[in-house]
């Protein structure tokens, strides 16, 4: 339900930008997503979860297969990055706010590559076989 509410977040977000700043003039969108580098990042941001929130539903993750699924998933790790990218080249002033999301971000992800690389559950000896004396 997270990643929804991201995707959610982030279409209106995209939305009041299409209307509010551009009056949806195709033409104007394109020139600035090519003159802009935070609004470029920010919509490939939400290009990635698109097909995220297409997915997101039980009945695609049994057509998908688990493995599949999740190999779609960690886009998320992508598109979370482009959404701090797009924040801090947005922000001209105070990066505070910006830098904390990215701190909180960077911590979040080193998790995972720690669990990723951490091994999985105790070891298990392996047991030595015994020489025959006869």
Same mark, same amino acid.
């Given at each position: 339900?997270l990643?929804l509410?991201?995707?959610?977040?982030?279409?209106? &977000?995209? #939305?009041?930008?299409?209307?509010?700043?551009?009056?949806?003039?195709? /033409?104007?969108?394109?020139?600035d997503?090519a003159?802009?580098?935070?609004?470029?990042?920010?919509?490939?941001?939400?290009?990635?979860?698109i097909?995220?929130?297409v997915?997101?539903? /039980?009945?695609?993750?049994?057509?998908?297969?688990?493995?599949?699924?999740?190999?779609? &998933?960690r886009?998320?790790?992508?598109?979370?990055? /482009?959404?701090?990218?797009?924040?801090?080249? #947005?922000?001209?002033?105070?990066?505070?706010? *910006? #830098?904390?999301?990215?701190?909180?971000? /960077?911590?979040?992800?080193?998790?995972?590559?720690?669990?990723?690389?951490? *091994?999985?559950?105790?070891?298990?000896?392996?047991?030595? *076989?015994?020489?025959?004396?006869a």
């Open positions: 339900m990643g509410f991201a995707f959610f977040y982030g279409s209106l &977000h995209l #939305l009041t930008y299409l209307w509010f700043d551009k009056d949806f003039v195709l /033409a104007d969108i394109l020139a997503v003159k802009r580098r935070f609004i470029t990042v920010g919509f490939l941001g939400f290009v990635l979860m097909p995220l929130a997915t997101s539903t /039980a009945w695609a993750i049994r057509n998908m297969g688990g493995k599949r699924w999740q190999a779609l &998933h886009l998320i790790y992508f598109s979370a990055i /482009a959404g701090v990218i797009h924040y801090i080249w #947005l922000v001209k002033s105070d990066l505070t706010k *910006p #830098l904390q999301y990215g701190v909180i971000l /960077a911590v979040l992800l080193m998790y995972r590559v720690a669990v990723w690389v951490w *091994p999985k559950g105790p070891r298990k000896a392996v047991p030595v *076989p015994r020489e025959s004396t």
